[in-house]
Structures are given as structure tokens and as C-alpha cells.
């Protein structure tokens, strides 16, 4: 329709406001109903997976007024004068903005929908005649609901960085296959794709079109690299910031040696002759995806910093320094500080910190001047770690699996109480059950010089002390035993 028929136009949309009211109003009663009556809860699995299909649909159906209408949003807010720009008449500075607020989503979904709506925005020709838009197929899937957000966003992201190399003909041959794998209606006849397996198409076609993008995309990325350490809020330290792909995939493969469970590893000898009741390893550990991700390179952390290719700061290996008052520290009440960070930590936190380095006592008298410095060393050498990492092997608590490596050696007789640092003192603990060992509901105690485990109730209905080794001597020590013990009873 052409726009020299703004009455025209006014009407017809009131009409579709109308309708679209209407459709509303009977979907949100038939969802308060559909929810109060408990009728999803009961429905079979093909009946529930129908339903959720249906209301993809909707959603779809949804998406694409919703993206229409963000391209006139963009549109009304880029006029020449800038008085009849709608958000300046509105009081919102960008786009963004406005649809944040008429909206009531989040500026990730709102940045989305700006991404969908230039993909598939119609532009206005001088003439008032609508031209077509950069992807043509995709909008036709979207005005046919067959396409959502998410899809949209997926193709039109990775095509975006080849359109101003590759030519129009190439990226029409992109936006017809990728439109056809969205919505399932390909040569192959596949199902519709996922929103990850169009990204992915998305980017190969990317690669495809513009072979020549690599170079540049590198120099941008080499540009954008950088990570960021936020202000301390509620004890936490906010970290953001992009990562080069090969250091991502460093990190990651870091990450997954240092959290990849170990099998057959962890040996238990139960109280009994039978041997029943053997915990499940595989129930010790309940962090998040997350969790386990910062516990990892936490772990890494700790290890760089004691390897002896890191550099050193003023001659020195670099060291963590914690403080914190004499009287707070025998009261076990109060904060510690953490050098390089104006958050405190608790002393449980500083406790932990000091179990594996060297603690340095400084004392001041009333008036801040240093009076004396004495160091205790509480580290286990090169020597001692070997003779620890060959019993233990790695992480005593079981199930957990990180090697001897990545482990810190935790005093069981803490250092502060009399805990000697030798050998038959020490075991071999990850970051994160090395830092929640007073929390976890485990417990470590030294026998004869191995190292016994006893769980929570939860893993262990007895509550039973079980030794952890890997020496090669002691199983063979414990087996010889074993079978001694088995033929004196097969004798009577």
C-alpha cells in the first residue's frame, strides 16, 4: 500500500489493533484456565508435546508483529528533524530505549529484535514505494510464523559481517538455503533446524562468502580482547570481558582436564567383610555448571603461581598477601583482606588462603610503626609433595577426580593449632573441597600415616572412616592382608 493513504492506513491498522486485542484477551483466559486447572500436569506426553508446539507457534506469530513494528520504531526515531523523531518526542534517547519501556523486556531481547527488524525491514524508496528487504526469504518465513526471533537473529547476526564484501546474488543464495533449514522446508526435507545448528549454517555460509574476512575479523577481535575486574559487590567481584577464541579454548580444555571425573581410582576397604553399602562417588558433587567453571580456574590460578616459569614480582614468586588482626584471628571472629582487593574475605577464607603458603606476621605498635616480622613456613616442599601425590594421587574426597597437579596439600592438624607440615600431616585437596571442608559434611583424619575419609550422612548412612590411597605399596600391603585374612576363615 502506498503511504499517500494515511487514512486508509489508519484504519486498517485500528482494525488489526482491534483483532489483535481481541486475541489477547481469549489468550489470556485460556491461559489462566489452562494453568489453574492443572490439565498440562495431567496430559500425556504427545498431548503436552503438542501444546508446546502450538504455543511456539504463537510466540512465532507474536514475533514477527513485534519485529514489524520494531522496524518502524527504528524508522520514526532516524527522521531528519529531529523534533519529529519519535523517541526524542518520547524522551528516550535511543530505540532501545523506548522498546525497553513500551515493551517491558530486557535490552538483550530489545537489542534482538533491532538485529531481526533490519534484517527484514522493507526500507522506503523516495518514490513511497516499500523496497525489498537484505533477506527476503527470511521475512517471508517470519510473516508466515514459521520463523522467530531467536532464528532470525541467528541467521541475520553472522550474515551481517559478509554483506559488505560479499555481493547481493551470494547473500540471497545464503538467506534462501538458511530460510529453508529454519523452517524445515529444504531439498532434504530435514525438520526445522535449531537456533544453534542455524547459527552454525549461518556461519559457514559466512565463511564461504566472504573468504577473505578472516584477516580483518582477527584484527578487530585482537582489538576487543580484554578482561575487566568489576567493583566488589555482596562479597563477589564481578569479571567480564572477551577472550581470543584460541585462549577461550585453552581455558576450556583446562577446565574440562581439571573437572573430568577419574574412574576406577578411588579405593575404599569397608568395615565389614562383605563390603556392601559402597557410596556412589557420582552423588558428592552438586555445583553448577558455573560454579565448577570458577572452581577450575581458581585451580589454575593457584598452580601458575607456584610453577617455577612464572615471572617473578621484585624477585620474588608471586605471593597472595593476607592480613588481618591478631585478636580477630585467635577470636575466629571478624575479616581478613586480600592484597590487590578492597572486598574482605572471611578468616574462614584467609585460613584456607594461609594453609598453603607462607605466613608472614608483621607487628605494629599504637602508633603503626613496625616493631618486628617473623615468617613461619607452612609449605610443603618439592620433595614432600611427591611422597603425597604418590599416596594420595589426587583429591581424597571421592568422586571428585582432580589430579594431584591441580591440588593444594591441606594440613588435617590445622598449622595454627600445632600441625606439623610433614607428610604424614598433609593430604591432597582440590580448591573447592579444600575451601569447604569445614562446610561439606567431610571429614579427614590421618591413621598410621594414610589418609582416612568419613561423608556426609547423606552418602554414607554409617558414617564410616574409609582410607584413601593410591600407593601402589599400600594396596598391595592391603590386599596381601585381605587374602591372608580370607583363607584363615576358609580354614575355620
Known sequence: MRVSDPLAIIERMNGYRGRLEEISTVLREITGSLLASGVVRAADDDTLLEVLQVAAQIGRSADAVMI????????????????????????????????????????????????????????????????DPELPALRDAVTRGDAGLDAVVAIAGPLNTARPRAGRTAILAADEEL??????????????????????????????????????????????????LGHPTDGLIPLRGHLLPEVAGQLQRLADAILNPRHNTVTFQADNATGDDDPDPALADHRTGGQKLHDAFAIMLHTAAAAAETPTLGGAAPTLVVSVRQEDLTSGRGWAHIDGCDEPVSLHAATHTGCVGTIQRVIH????????????????????????????????????????????????????????????????????????????????????????????????????????????????????????????????
Open 68 to 131: 514489524e513494528a520494531t522496524t518502524q520504531v527504528i524508522e520514526r526515531c532516524e527522521l531528519p528533524v529531529r523534533a519529529d523523531r519519535l523517541c526524542a518526542r518520547l524522551g528516550c534517547a535511543t530505540p532501545s530505549e523506548l522498546l525497553q519501556r513500551a515493551t517491558r523486556l530486557s535490552r538483550s531481547h530489545t537489542h534482538d529484535l533491532i538485529t531481526a527488524a533490519k534484517a527484514v525491514h522493507q526500507p522506503l524508496s523516495l518514490h513511497g514505494e516499500r523496497l
Open 179 to 228: 530460510a529453508a533449514a529454519a523452517t524445515g522446508t529444504g531439498p532434504t526435507a530435514a525438520p526445522p533446524a535449531t537456533t544453534e545448528e542455524l547459527r552454525t549454517f549461518a556461519r559457514i555460509w559466512t565463511l564461504v562468502l566472504d573468504p577473505d574476512g578472516a584477516e580483518p575479523r582477527a584484527e578487530i577481535a585482537a582489538r576487543k580482547r580484554g578482561l575487566h
Open 365 to 492: 605498635d599504637s602508633h603503626g610503626r613496625i616493631i618486628s616480622i617473623t615468617t613461619t613456613d607452612r609449605v610443603f616442599n618439592a620433595h614432600q609433595r611427591r611422597a603425597i601425590t604418590l599416596r594420595d594421587g589426587g583429591c581424597i574426597i571421592p568422586g571428585c577426580g582432580v589430579r594431584a597437579t591441580w591440588c593444594e596439600i591441606h594440613h588435617v592438624q590445622e598449622h595454627a593449632k600445632g600441625g606439623r607440615t610433614h607428610t604424614s600431616n598433609g593430604v591432597l585437596l582440590c580448591w573447592h573441597h579444600h575451601r569447604t571442608l569445614d562446610t561439606g559434611g567431610w571429614s579427614i583424619r590421618m591413621n598410621n600415616g594414610i589418609p582416612e575419609v568419613r561423608g556426609p550422612h547423606w552418602w554414607d548412612r554409617h558414617t564410616r572412616w574409609r582410607p584413601h590411597t593410591t600407593s601402589p605399596t599400600h594396596t598391595r600391603q592391603r590386599m596381601r592382608t585381605r587374602t591372608h585374612t580370607r583363607n584363615r576363615v576358609a580354614r575355620g
